[in-house]
């Protein structure tokens, strides 16, 4: 069975503090990996997708930048938070693009 | 670009009362997915229905593609069916349906 881990759960950093998210799939060979971030009370906007290692594709430019350095991993970052990044962050997968779509349990970022 | 819109924004019921939410979208993009988050949390499948009719329990959803249009049904609401419904076709996401069930 295929298992998506996010970390931390919650995050609360100071503006201008680096951050870095992660997430991991097991269990799924070469998925294809999504970053979208939720603002509270809002809906889901994407920011990245990978469908390949070491291959990221920016759909919003939000000041975060996205990694993904092995088949199953991939890292949502940046140097210097803003307000603004506050808000619930999720990671997915997906067999192919327009597949179903399975979500992670998400990290709440708090930005002060 | 493409677009999702879903209503009603909101729906209040009374325990075991029927709902119909509704998602219409702009392009005929064959991969709608229905999803279900309670307040602070991630998101559940409730379905991938990028055409026809589905059910599991007292969840029925319906997608016509021609029609740009995909619906769920929630018959004999529960305080547990609380929460906010969202539709997605591929990787855009409907605003949401937020329902509140009340005994």
């Known amino acids: 069975a295929q298992t998506i881990h996010q970390w931390p759960v919650a995050e609360i950093k100071a503006v201008g503090s680096p951050l870095s998210l992660g997430c991991t799939i097991k269990?799924?060979?070469?998925?294809?990996l999504y970053w979208y971030w939720q603002a509270t009370g809002g809906t889901l906007q994407q920011l990245f997708y990978?469908?390949?290692?070491?291959?990221v594709e920016s759909v919003v430019q939000l000041n975060l930048s996205a990694s993904r350095p092995k088949d199953d991993q991939f890292i949502l970052s940046t140097e210097k938070l803003l307000l603004s990044h506050s808000g619930f962050y999720l990671c997915?997968?997906?067999?192919?693009?327009?597949?179903?779509?399975?979500f992670g349990p998400g990290t709440r970022l708090t930005v002060l | 670009g493409q677009q999702v819109q879903q209503s009603p924004t909101s729906l209040v019921l009374q325990e075991g009362e029927n709902a119909e939410l509704q998602c219409n979208f702009s392009?005929?993009?064959?991969?709608m997915q229905w999803f279900y988050q309670r307040p602070g949390g991630s998101l559940i499948s409730v379905f991938y229905?990028?055409?026809g009719t589905k059910q599991s329990g007292r969840l029925t959803s319906t997608t016509v593609i021609k029609e740009r249009r995909s619906s769920l049904h929630i018959s004999s609401s529960q305080i547990t069916d609380s929460g906010t419904y969202l539709c997605?076709?591929?990787?855009?996401f409907g605003l949401g349906t937020r329902v509140s069930v009340f005994p």
């Open positions: 997915a997968w997906s067999l192919w693009n327009y597949a179903e779509q399975f």
């Open positions: 269990g799924k060979s070469s998925p294809n």
């Open positions: 990978s469908i390949t290692v070491g291959q």
């Open positions: 392009t005929s993009l064959n991969s």
């Open positions: 229905n990028p055409s």
């Open positions: 997605a076709l591929g990787l855009t």
